[in-house]
């Protein structure tokens, strides 16, 4: 069965939809279990004015009767609360056109520019409004879904920064679970409380002087089985469907997995991770690879990590040029956050059990949760015996 899913939605517009399709049925499921997610993506130091506004609460509008999953197609939907005040703004109706609204200033970094010479437009807000990283919300949604799926199967996703503004969570130490229930507890969504601290004070220092600050997410999953995603084809390989993934999230401008980019830096005895056989099973002695061999899982924690650029928005403005005009001009103040990087620590943990969720139901299949409980029980009886 193909896991697929698809959002819609303007970020001043009514609401944001989310459609889910491929998922089994009698998955226990409960509107808090997404709500959780919502909530935890609005939070994080360093957000603006929206989220004020914004208390994002899902609505299931099919696929789910009496809190579980019928196997057919799930509809999601996260209101704007924001949409009362664009109403006309952003109406579907052409008797509501406003004749003296347009943006004609691109701002850098965003995709003003190109999208509107692309599409044919004359104003930015026909773009910005679904370039904007408002969309997330729906994808925490469907990540939420996937990541119930993937607890009934005994998976944890774990979201959580491990640097902003160049400020970097220490603890190689600390395990994966306790990084994440520290950074559950933490305003920088981290678990080095040091760092937190000095994470806060760039936060402070980078807003007072109209700046902003990107950073590093790492999500790490525990309990997935050996053998999800595959080696004989490019795009099968799980950790490059990550990658995509990852990368597919607003202001991302890399990815790592396992070791990253410093593997190319090491000699290769330095990189690899030996093979030992220990209490009835195969073990890795390290996990540089991150849990990642021959674009499959080898049944070590899988370990992603993605960078965001500062948000583009600024305070202190940068230098474009009006399309129509020609005229140079430095880009408009708007409201806007000064990071968002605790806040993509959620999406990307979203990301992540997304594509896992998709792994799994290709490996293990079934209509029902019985059927891929049952086909993981065989495969792990399997595994456990080889
Ligand atoms: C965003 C700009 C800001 C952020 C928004 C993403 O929104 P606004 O233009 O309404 O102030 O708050 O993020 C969200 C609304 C959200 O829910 O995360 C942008 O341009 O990407």
Redesign the pocket.
């Known amino acids: 069965m193909e896991l697929r899913y698809l959002t819609a939605g303007e970020?001043?517009g009514p609401v944001l939809t989310a459609i889910i399709e491929g998922l089994p049925a009698n998955l226990d499921l409960a509107e808090a279990d997404i709500n959780r997610d919502l909530a935890r993506?609005?939070e994080g130091y360093g957000?603006?004015?929206?989220?004020q506004i914004?208390r994002?609460q899902v609505e299931i509008l099919s696929g789910v009767r009496w809190g579980k999953t019928l196997g057919s197609p799930l509809t999601l939907s996260v209101r704007n609360r924001?949409w009362e005040n664009w109403s006309q703004k952003m109406s579907p109706r052409s008797e509501d056109r406003m004749t003296d609204q347009a943006i004609t200033q691109p701002r850098p970094g965003?995709a003003d520019l190109t999208g509107v010479i692309k599409y044919h437009q004359d104003d930015c807000r026909n773009i910005?409004e679904r370039?904007?990283?408002?969309e997330?919300?729906a994808r925490v949604a469907v990540g939420a879904v996937c990541k119930r799926l993937l607890a009934e199967l005994g998976m944890e996703v774990l979201g959580y920064v491990a640097e902003i503004g160049g400020i970097v969570a220490v603890g190689d130490a600390v395990p994966f679970r306790e990084r994440f229930q520290r950074s559950e507890e933490s305003p920088c969504r981290t678990f080095d409380v040091d760092a937190e601290q000095r994470m806060m004070a760039a936060i402070d220092q980078a807003r007072e002087a109209g700046d902003s600050l990107g950073g590093v997410v790492e999500v790490a999953v525990l309990g997935a089985p050996l053998g999800l995603g595959s080696h004989v084809h490019w795009d099968r390989r799980l950790d490059a469907r990550l990658a995509a993934a990852m990368m597919s999230i607003?202001?991302f401008k890399g990815v790592e997995i396992g070791l990253g980019f410093e593997a190319a830096r090491r000699p290769g005895s330095q990189v690899h991770d030996e093979i030992a056989w220990q209490g009835q099973q195969f073990v890795r002695l390290t996990n540089r690879a991150g849990g990642l061999e021959g674009g499959m899982t080898n049944g070590a924690p899988l370990v992603v990590r993605g960078a965001m650029k500062p948000?583009p928005?600024l305070y202190q403005p940068l230098q474009s040029v009006d399309f129509v005009s020609k005229q140079p001009f430095a880009a408009a103040i708007?409201?806007?956050?000064v990071c968002?990087v605790p806040?993509a620590a959620v999406v990307a943990e979203a990301m992540v059990a997304i594509e896992l969720a998709r792994a799994v139901l290709e490996k293990f299949g079934g209509d029902a949760m019985e059927d891929l409980q049952g086909n993981l029980a065989a495969y792990m009886e399997y595994v456990k015996g080889f």
Do not use: K
Not at 47 to 51: F, L, N, Q, V, Y
């Open positions: 970020s001043h993506r609005q957000r603006g004015g929206r989220m914004e994002d924001d965003h910005l370039s904007s990283a408002r997330t919300a607003q202001a948000i928005t708007e409201r806007s956050d968002a806040a």
